[in-house]
């Protein structure tokens, strides 16, 4: 039996934003519950620590985080990796750090990432945790990073696929959706469901890198 999921949306959203995903995850029989943050006015100095704390007062969990959400779970199991979180799928996050919010910044417009400009500029390092990652990005190149120049076709309009890929990774897809499409996507969802239980994506995905 797979454990419950916690869903983490990204940056200027809120947890309604990661409804269609969950609502495609419960059709496939997962319990899922979101985790809501002040992505801007906040940041991880203020969410790593409230999702600490829900963590630790929870049983075995999984989690799927979109975009900076992703960043969120995987700095938070950074700093507590003893929890009891088995997996986690981050979708479109930019682990090794964004361009599209560096292009931001030199445009004059970091007080648009807020508190969240720091881990979305310098990333990850490579991922040493026990919870088994899998990364799902997308390859349609619609968004703000290309609006910026910020990122080109290899992408999904806000990240590049280069910055999705970390070391560490237990498995890696890239599925035919933008970066904000990445929650609206049934492609998506079946390869997060995919990972969650089997703690790999399905062979017939568009592209793969352990």
Known sequence: MTPPVLLLHGIWNARAWVGPLAWRLR???FSVDTFGYASVFGGPD????QLLKRLQDSGPVAIVGHSLGGLVALEALRRQPDLP?????CLGSPLRGSGTARSLAEHGWSLALGRSSELLLDGLPAWEGRAQVGLIAGSVPHGLGSLLGACGDASDGTVALDETRLPGLADHCVVAASHSG????LDAARQTAAFLRD???RP???AHAA
């Open 27 to 29: 059709a496939r029989g």
């Open 46 to 49: 203020v969410a790593v620590p």
């Open 85 to 89: 979180v088995s997996r986690v799928v």
């Open 182 to 185: 990445l929650v609206f996507s």
């Open 199 to 201: 703690g790999c994506f």
């Open 204 to 206: 017939d995905r568009a």
